[in-house]
């Protein structure tokens, strides 16, 4: 089995900066993608940040400019590095990751479990 477990969020006031990090364990192939979503209470899920195995990233509108995605190919990790956090970014974050567990099998989707990111005052 695949599991992403992610670290990071918290309570930050305006204008802070937060980091989160996902790490994927179990029997991994390869990642295709991996990203970050979020749900605010009351939204939908929505895309925050992908990136490729290549290093291809894609933005929400919303963070451009302010997050910053990575990934670290050898530990099957993705990170988002928030900055100029607003109070319209509090949400939960979920973790994503499209992996191939094995050569023979197709790519499938993997969620984390979600952590909680806070900005108020």
């Known amino acids: 089995q695949v599991q992403l477990v992610e670290s990071g969020g918290g309570l930050v006031q305006p204008g802070g900066s937060l980091r989160l990090s996902c790490a994927a364990s179990?029997?991994?192939?390869?990642?295709?993608?991996m990203g970050w979503y979020r749900q605010a209470p009351g939204k939908q899920r929505e895309l925050v940040a992908t990136?490729?195995?290549?290093?291809?990233?894609n933005y929400a509108d919303s963070v451009k400019g302010r997050f910053t995605i990575s990934r670290d190919n050898a530990k099957i990790a993705v990170y988002l590095q928030m900055n100029s956090l607003k109070p319209e970014d509090t949400a939960v974050y979920y973790c994503?990751?499209?992996?191939?567990?094995?050569?023979?099998?197709?790519?499938?989707?993997?969620w984390g479990q979600g952590t909680q990111v806070t900005v108020s005052s």
């Open positions: 990136i490729t195995h290549g290093g291809i990233t």
């Open positions: 179990g029997s991994i192939f390869s990642s295709i993608a």
């Open positions: 994503n990751a499209y992996l191939i567990r094995a050569i023979e099998l197709s790519p499938e989707t993997y």
